[in-house]
């Protein structure tokens, strides 16, 4: 069956340094891949998304390219904030586009 | 309000109590989920439909029942709670246009004593 891993967590970085989560996948087919964000206290949000391999999502200053070769989906930003602290969550659609699959999320605090 | 509630937010059970989590969408959209969040699992699918009157078990089905005799609503029911059944429980929903995101709840948190 499908499912998503992630780098184990949690995360914690100093303000303006640079974030990288990894994220792998199995699946059949060409799965659609997503980024959500969980803020304290709140549900997941959509961060960004990629349907095809070699796309490239963005959003919020935050990338991640589909990369069908390594199974890979990982989620980076340049300089991050304190307001990034939220549990990140890889995701994808099986082929049939009807069930989300999540890895286990990775909980990210930036320090000032 | 436009978009999905779910209700209550907070919910504390005794073991062997009936609880109903209920979740509302005004969107229409045909997809329906309930997934629980556990430390270290991650979000694990319950349950989910696609449409009115049409629901397929997810990952981790067993002690839960769910219904959807409308669009918009799709309620979360144990029959009988256990501890194990403690957790953050999370309803979404999406259209049926392949790729769209889909759309979260805030949350309940469950309780079982």
């Known amino acids: 069956g499908n499912s998503v891993t992630q780098m184990e967590g949690p995360v914690t970085l100093s303000e303006e340094a640079f974030l990288t989560i990894n994220c792998t996948y199995t699946a059949t087919g060409y799965p659609s891949l997503f980024w959500y964000v969980q803020y304290p206290g709140e549900g997941l949000q959509l961060l960004l998304k990629?349907?095809?391999?070699?796309d490239k999502g963005s959003n919020k200053g935050f990338e991640a390219t589909y990369r069908k070769e390594t199974t890979s989906f990982h989620l980076e930003k340049g300089s991050v904030q304190v307001s990034d602290s939220a549990v990140y969550f890889c995701?994808?659609?099986?082929?049939?586009?009807?069930?989300?699959?999540f890895g286990e999320g990775t909980q990210l605090t930036v320090n000032p | 309000d436009a978009g999905i509630t779910q209700s209550p937010r907070y919910k504390i059970t005794e073991t062997g109590r009936q609880v109903t989590l209920m979740c509302h969408q005004t969107?229409?959209?045909?997809?329906m989920f309930w997934y629980r969040q556990d430390l270290g699992h991650g979000l694990r699918l319950i349950y989910y439909s696609a449409a009115a009157d049409i629901t397929d078990k997810g990952e981790v089905p067993d002690g839960y029942v769910v219904s959807r005799s409308k669009t918009e609503n799709f309620p979360l029911t144990l029959e009988s709670a256990t501890r194990s059944q403690t957790s953050v429980y999370f309803c979404a929903s999406r259209s049926p246009v392949q790729n769209t995101e889909a759309f979260f709840g805030q949350g309940t948190r469950l309780t079982v004593v």
């Open positions: 969107w229409s959209h045909s997809y």
């Open positions: 990629a349907t095809k391999a070699d």
């Open positions: 995701a994808l659609y099986e082929t049939s586009g009807s069930r989300l699959t």
